[in-house]
């Protein structure tokens, strides 16, 4: 199954020309229209980050992977939050594995919005989380643990919850 996690929405003026997901499986990223990606979903197959609403809409996927925002690139250098925040910085990450360390802290690989894959521990996603600086792929529950969603994978290649 393709693993393909939303980075940025791509807009030419005040119009939505697209969005980019980077591929898991090849490590490389590709460019998806709104029509491939409605009818991706409408498949059933998964884009993460991404959902469709009951009117045929695409939103963010704020149940399964926990997108609360996401950047929107406008022009060369020019990133800004699809939803306006107070974040500190004008780059998110999406966090697409996670790595067991025996007796160490855990380390996540992320992608960023300037399409730079890198791991970071457990400590620096946490802070980043409480920035607003993830746009998905982990949450806090209940009790302030981080948790990862459906689609991150986990050690060995295995998705969480498949």
């Known amino acids: 199954m393709c693993m393909r996690y939303m980075i940025n929405r791509e807009d030419l003026g005040k119009r939505v020309t697209g969005y980019m997901f980077y591929d898991a499986d090849s490590k490389g990223f590709t460019g998806l229209t709104e029509k491939q990606i409605k009818d991706t979903l409408n498949k059933g197959e998964r884009l993460y980050g991404l959902a469709v609403d ?28 699809a939803v306006d925040s107070d974040m500190p910085a004008n780059m998110m990450y999406v966090v ?44 806090f529950d209940g009790k302030g643990k981080l948790v990862t969603c459906e689609g991150v994978r986990v050690d060995d290649g295995k998705e969480v919850g498949a």
Request: with cysteine; proline share 3%; glycine share 12%.
């Open 54 to 81: 009951t009117e045929g809409n695409i939103i963010m996927d704020t149940e399964g992977f926990k997108t609360k925002n996401y950047m929107v690139r406008s022009g060369i250098n020019s990133l800004a939050p």
């Open 96 to 139: 697409v594995g996670m790595k067991k360390e025996q007796g160490k802290e855990n380390v996540y690989e992320v992608v960023n919005s300037r399409y730079a894959r890198l791991e970071m521990p457990e400590s620096k996603v946490k802070m980043l989380l409480e920035f607003g600086c993830i746009q998905g792929g982990v949450y």
